[in-house]
T-cell receptor, first 114, second 112 residues
Framework: NAGVTQTPKFQVLKTGQSMTLQCAQD?????MYWYRQDPGMGLRLIYY???????DKGEVPNGYNVSRLNKREFSLRLESAAPSQTSVYFC?????????????FGPGTRLTVT | QQPVQSPQAVILREGEDAVINCSSS?????VHWYRQKHGEAPVFLMI?????EQKGHEKISASFNEKKQQSSLYLTASQLSYSGTYFC?????????????FGPGTSLSVIP
């Protein structure tokens, strides 16, 4: 099993450009998450999806959109990138059915917006 | 609201013990602990649930004081491999246990 995979690993954007970060998991998990990590701020939840077809806002959703394409895939879109969105983005998944379980994190995407 | 972690950073010698604390201003349903090594993804350590249930690695010890909305992670006889940043995450309600909010992290360095 590959676990949680993310593409791309690195990306540089200019202000105003758009892009989509891809995430996929092969563990048949119900829940998927997008976090951003900035120095000294820890992991901040952007959006999450408790099941296929549902999404919900986290702590810092502004400037982002998500799509839960199917049970495996959960994408994060930046419509008009800003320098404040420079960060490391982690996708995670979790079984969650019947209660909280551990989250499995992907390797991350390092995004720089100039 | 983001939970508060203390200390922000700690340096230990191999074999020493450490306690990392996590507190919230809200009533909690669950507390989650993760460790992240530099340049890597966070890795699960433990979940503590209201009512006393715990899920996690046998070698990790933690407590959850529901009345005080506090949790502590106990690292005993530390090893070099314990170095990293420790994050606690909290979920306030059983119906929203998916929505885990993480603290800013505690940096732990173990030196020979």
């Amino acid at each position: 099993n590959a676990g949680v995979t993310q593409t791309p690993k690195f990306q540089v954007l200019k202000t105003g450009q758009s892009m989509t970060l891809q995430c996929a998991q092969d563990m048949n998990h119900n829940s998927m998450y997008w976090y951003r990590q900035d120095p000294g701020m820890g992991l901040r939840l952007i959006y999450y999806s408790a099941s296929e077809g549902t999404t919900d806002k986290g702590e810092v959703p502004n400037g982002y959109n998500v799509s839960r394409l199917n049970k495996r895939e959960f994408s994060l879109r930046l419509e008009s990138a800003a320098p404040s969105q420079t960060s490391v983005y982690f996708c995670a998944s979790s079984p969650t059915s019947g209660g909280p379980y551990e989250q499995y994190f992907g390797p991350g995407t390092r995004l720089t917006v100039t | 609201q983001q939970p508060v972690q203390s200390p922000q950073a700690v340096i230990l010698r191999e074999g020493e013990d450490a306690v990392i604390n996590c507190s919230s201003s809200k009533a909690l349903y669950s507390v989650h602990w993760y460790r992240q090594k530099h340049g890597e993804a966070p890795v699960f350590l433990m979940i503590l649930l209201k009512g006393g249930e715990q899920k996690g690695h046998e070698k990790i010890s933690a407590s959850f004081n529901e009345k005080k909305q506090q949790s502590s992670l106990y690292l005993t006889a530390s090893q070099l491999s314990y170095s990293g940043t420790y994050f606690c995450g909290t979920a306030p309600m059983k119906t929203s246990y998916d929505k885990v909010i993480f603290g800013p992290g505690t940096s732990l360095s173990v030196i020979p």
